[in-house]
């Protein structure tokens, strides 16, 4: 009777390169997703002048958002569309006249000059991240608003755009030089002084 062969043999010398290229494969054409964050840029740290500097409360602008994501706004509600615009006639209140540029009330009982305004935002610990986003986002927005302004007055283009441009790498050193000083006076005209406070846990 004639003896029975075996099962064939798999010639398996060649499966450790091709593993090897598969994992090749995979770690070149896989893309790992990550999360841009927030596009805020922090100003310069700049050395106190004075230590004992006493801000006067009326040259505060609360704003409070509550677990229930409701906006306090001077300890009072206030819709969201309505903030940016409340932030705007903050700002430029002018109230002891010392801004020529400023288009406020110039109310003595709100902030007297652009650069003693200060925007204080503070959200409870269950607020969501979206509204507190939302929020930020006006009160940047009202700052943007008002540098505009100034720089179409002055420059015939919108403080953004020149920002924009300034920050990019790509732009030619000549245009970044031109666009330095008119950024810079801009900014100062209206100083971004967006305070967060500690976060409330009730």
Request: aromatic share 6%; charged share 30%; with cysteine.
């Amino acid at each position: 009777m004639p003896r029975r062969k075996g099962a064939p043999e798999v010639n398996a010398g060649s499966m450790a390169d091709i593993a090897f290229l598969l994992l090749i494969f995979f770690l070149v054409t896989t893309t790992i997703e990550t999360d841009a964050g927030l596009d805020r840029m922090l100003p310069p740290m700049d050395p106190p002048e004075d230590i004992d500097v006493v801000i006067k409360q009326k040259n505060i602008f609360t704003v409070n958002i509550n677990r229930n994501g409701q906006l306090l706004v001077e300890d009072e509600l206030m819709d969201l569309k309505n903030l940016r615009a409340a932030a705007v006639a903050f700002l430029e209140n002018g109230g002891d006249g010392s801004c020529n540029y400023c288009k406020g009330r110039k109310d003595p009982a709100s902030s007297d000059n652009p650069e003693k305004a200060i925007i204080s935002l503070k959200n409870d610990r269950e607020t969501k991240y979206a509204t507190y986003i939302t929020v930020q986002n006006e009160l940047v927005g009202a700052y943007n608003d008002l540098r505009n302004r100034e720089a179409q007055r002055l420059y015939g283009d919108d403080f953004t755009n020149m920002e924009a441009e300034y920050l990019n790498p790509e732009t030619p050193s000549s245009v970044r030089d031109d666009l330095k000083g008119k950024v810079k006076r801009i900014q100062e005209m209206f100083p971004q002084k967006l305070s967060e406070a500690e976060t409330s846990t009730n």
